[in-house]
């Protein structure tokens, strides 16, 4: 159930910024990272997720992300998905922030899509940077090689110690500093620098909304944390958009 200043706030939104984390792709069937049946409940972050790991166990790492690849290639995109189409086609100036590197988003039919953390369905050489988007994880044994000069092909992800792809960071800033109001959804909203987005909104005096299965930092500071499922409440900001049509605050 919507609250009446949530209401209001939508109806009277001009820029509206969204952050999605894993939580979000749950209900599509891809595991989350943290959660009970996260990933990292069988495989450890530093051991798979950082440059260091996949040098010196590239074989085990492709395995990982094999794995995620094949997920994904068998899910499609849920209602939480759907309903952030809808929304960007009836908020002015929408930008859509994820951490997800599963390309659900843009499956779904999104358009301006900030991905921080990059996409796992794009690789490149280690050695000379040449993009390999043809890599059929069906047939995978060990870490693929480049065809142009052999070099290592690894996922194009932003692994822990990682930069951000700035300009990407930089839009996500700007979107953060000037929108009316934040959605932080589905994140555990403790991987930094996307963590501090909501925060950015906060400062620039956004209303912030946490959509969430469970309490993360964020509740502390959020105007509004709602419990549930983003398949379940992001439908109901379309709904409650088409109901009090935009203008009146
Ligand atoms: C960097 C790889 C530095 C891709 C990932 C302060 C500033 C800067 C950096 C740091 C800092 N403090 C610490 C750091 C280091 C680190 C960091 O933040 N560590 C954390 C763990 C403390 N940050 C970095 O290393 C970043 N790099 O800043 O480099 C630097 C600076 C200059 C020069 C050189 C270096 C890089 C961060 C990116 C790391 N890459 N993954 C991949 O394989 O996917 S992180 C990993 O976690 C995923 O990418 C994911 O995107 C990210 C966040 O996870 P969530 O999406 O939140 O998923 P999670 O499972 O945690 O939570 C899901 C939530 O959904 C839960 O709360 C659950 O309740 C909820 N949920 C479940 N179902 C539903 C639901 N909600 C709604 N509906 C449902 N149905
Ligand atoms: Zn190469």
């Excluded at 450890?44 to 074989?59: H, Q, R």
């Excluded at 929304?87 to 997800?100: A, C, G």
């Excluded at 309490?215 to 109901?236: F, N, R, V, Y």
């Amino acid at each position: 159930m919507l609250s009446e200043s949530l209401i209001a706030k939508l109806r009277g939104a001009e820029s509206v910024c969204v952050l999605t984390g894993a939580g979000i792709s749950a209900e599509s069937g891809v595991p989350t990272f943290r959660g009970e049946d996260g990933l990292w409940k069988k495989f450890k972050p530093e051991e798979l997720a950082n440059f260091d790991a996949f040098i010196s166990n590239p074989d085990l790492v492709w395995e990982w992300y094999a794995y995620r690849r094949r997920i994904i290639q068998e899910v499609k995109p849920n209602p939480g998905h759907h309903a952030l189409v809808e929304l960007e086609k009836r908020i002015p100036d929408f930008t859509l922030v994820t951490q997800n590197v599963d390309n659900l988003h843009r499956r779904a039919g999104s358009n301006h899509i900030l991905e921080l953390h990059g996409n796992i369905e794009r690789s490149y050489c280690i050695d000379c940077r040449t993009f390999d988007s043809d890599i059929d994880v069906k047939e995978l044994k060990g870490v693929p090689r480049c065809k142009k000069c052999g070099g290592l092909i690894r996922p194009d992800v932003v692994w822990f110690g990682e930069i951000l792809p700035l300009a990407v960071l930089s839009e996500a800033v700007s979107a953060a500093s000037r929108c009316d109001i934040f959605f932080s959804v589905g994140t555990s909203a403790i991987v930094y620098p996307a963590a501090s987005l909501p925060y950015t909104a906060l400062e620039h005096g956004a209303y912030v909304v946490q959509i969430n299965r469970e309490h993360t930092d964020l509740s502390l500071s959020a105007h509004e944390t709602m419990l549930g499922k983003a398949g379940d409440i992001l439908p109901q900001l379309v709904e409650a958009l088409d109901k009090h049509p935009r203008g009146g605050v």
